[in-house]
């Protein structure tokens, strides 16, 4: 009996674990204006491809591609957070963790599915021209007074509660000449950035993180400014000087455990010469060893 006993805890041990060579699945957040299953769905066959027998996951907001491409624009990012946590937590392709990339936006708010979510296992997460630092200019709309005018306009009501609710680019939206009003009236970004308050778990959960790539476009003009993409941003009180990484409180103070993961070569800023998301298929694949991973070196730092 005992004998019977060992070989079926080994099968059902065995059967609960992965197997090591077997590839990590992988979720994508879709950025502004797209959606799950339309834009992506070139990049999802083609990575399905490179990396034979993978589980990608890419996630929908809405019961419709019409409703999904109209949550990027006009929904809560909170909720959306939230409604990402419980699905993919009940995703049990995903129980034994997976890899993220997140595409613009998409890339910011998988970042705060790591530090908020609980249910999930994020071993890479990639993040392609996503405004960690938040945004404050219109998309296209730079270096003239019509412009500077006209980002002053848009904080006029970027932090009313009813806008902070619905809008989503109102919800990453971030006033460096206002930053006492940003701190306490922004509904996501200025939570999931520490500015109010330090929450531990947060930065545990991005220090658990295996590897987290940031890849900057240095000819973007949707991302304004573009430092954002790797934590940097406009200096305090104006909008023509900015502060890099190493400069920025997250890093200094290590509220979100970026010095850490820099420190033990897990952080990665990777830079391309183009603009929003343009990439070619070859600049692409340089990313290609942060998802083509097995569960067996899931925990590995990387580099390029």
């Keep these: 009996c005992m004998h019977r006993l060992l ?13 090591g060579n077997s590839p990590v699945p992988l979720v994508i957040w879709h ?5 799950c299953c339309d834009g992506l769905t070139y990049l999802k066959q083609w990575l399905e491809d490179e990396i034979p027998g993978i589980y990608i996951k890419s996630l929908q907001f809405g019961n419709s591609l019409f409703m999904d491409r109209w949550n990027s624009f006009f929904s809560s990012v909170n909720e959306q957070v939230e409604m990402a946590c419980d699905e993919l937590g009940l995703d049990p392709k995903l129980h034994d963790g997976f890899n993220a990339l997140g595409l613009s936006q998409g890339g910011q708010f998988l970042r705060a599915l790591v530090q908020r979510c609980g249910k999930v296992k994020v071993y890479n997460l990639i993040t392609l021209g996503s405004q960690h630092q938040g945004i404050y200019g219109f998309p296209f709309c730079t270096d003239s007074w019509f ?17 902070q609710a619905s809008f989503v680019q109102a919800q990453f939206w971030h006033d ?3 930053e006492d009003e940003y701190k306490l009236r922004s509904a996501f970004l200025a939570d999931i950035n520490q500015e109010i308050e330090v929450k531990l778990a947060y930065k545990e959960r991005m220090m658990n993180l295996s590897n987290f790539v940031m890849v900057k476009f240095l000819q973007d003009r949707m991302v304004l400014p573009s430092e954002s993409e790797w934590f940097g941003f406009y200096r305090s009180g104006q909008s023509k000087k ?3 990484l190493n400069e920025s409180y997250l890093f200094t103070k290590d509220s979100l455990g970026l010095y850490y993961l820099r420190s ?5 800023l990777v830079s391309y ?14 990313l290609m060893p942060f998802m083509n991973v097995t569960h067996k070196n899931a ?3 990387m580099t390029l």
């Design 242 to 244: 900015v502060y890099s």
């Design 147 to 163: 412009c500077d005018v006209f980002r002053q306009l848009l904080s006029l009501g970027a932090y009313l509660s009813f806008v």
């Design 299 to 301: 925990r590995e730092p």
């Design 7 to 19: 070989l079926c805890w080994t099968a059902c041990l065995a059967a609960a674990t992965p197997a």
């Design 176 to 178: 460096p000449i206002h």
């Design 31 to 35: 950025g502004m204006g797209d959606t």
């Design 273 to 286: 010469p183009s603009g929003h998301l343009q990439m070619s298929k070859r600049e692409f694949s340089h």
């Design 264 to 268: 033990h070569g897990r952080l990665h």
